[in-house]
């Protein structure tokens, strides 16, 4: 009987241990090394990783110029010019009413209020905030008292600012001033 060389492998179970090493090779070999076609190198993955990063950049920019600086701001500091001092008056104080603009984020919101003045000859100008020291009423200047006057809880105040009955415990903040050019600067604080 003549026997091929291949019926032989077959019979004794050559061929599928070689069959099985081919299919277990072949099936390792796309394990760790997968088709290149779906592989990211390394250069596409950073140069991607960069452009993400820049892109949030961009975006953070416009957020924290709106939202996270001007909630970190302490306040608003402006010196408000009101004119020329020898208008005031030398012993009645002068209500003087400013207006002005503060960006609070994308906004311009209008930012209104007054301050008391007299020019005492003696020894010159003299300006109080309105805001009662209590809960932040505002005062109004009584002439024939001589008194500023809380109306919210009836506080009281004499004419250098200090507290002359009710529950304010303080005086009324003197606010810092300058005259330049011949006109009265003052220095308003808000927030």
């Known amino acids: 009987m003549t026997t091929n060389k291949h019926s032989d492998e077959i019979r004794n179970g050559h061929f599928f241990s070689v069959v099985n090493r081919s299919m277990t090779s072949s ?42 600086i001007p909630a970190l701001r302490k306040g608003v500091v402006k010196w408000v010019d009101f004119g020329k001092p020898d208008q005031l008056g030398a012993v009645d104080f002068t209500m003087l009413p400013f207006e002005f603009l503060v960006k609070d984020g994308w906004q311009d919101l209008p930012q209104r209020g007054f301050v008391w003045a007299k020019n005492d000859p003696a020894s010159g100008p003299l300006v109080l905030s309105s805001t009662c020291t209590h809960l932040a009423c505002s005062v109004i200047w009584n002439p024939g008292r001589k008194l500023f006057l809380c109306p919210c809880h009836s506080g009281f105040f004499n004419a250098e600012g200090k507290p002359a009955g009710g529950p304010p415990q303080k005086p009324l903040a003197r606010l810092p001033f300058k005259i330049e050019e011949g006109k009265l600067l003052v220095q308003i604080k808000l927030g």
Do not use: Q
């Open 27 to 68: 099936r390792d070999s796309s394990e760790t090394n997968p088709d290149p076609s779906c592989l990211l190198s390394r250069r596409a993955f950073l140069g991607t990783a960069l452009v993400a990063g820049g892109s949030l950049a961009l975006l953070a920019v416009p957020t924290v110029s709106t939202v996270v």
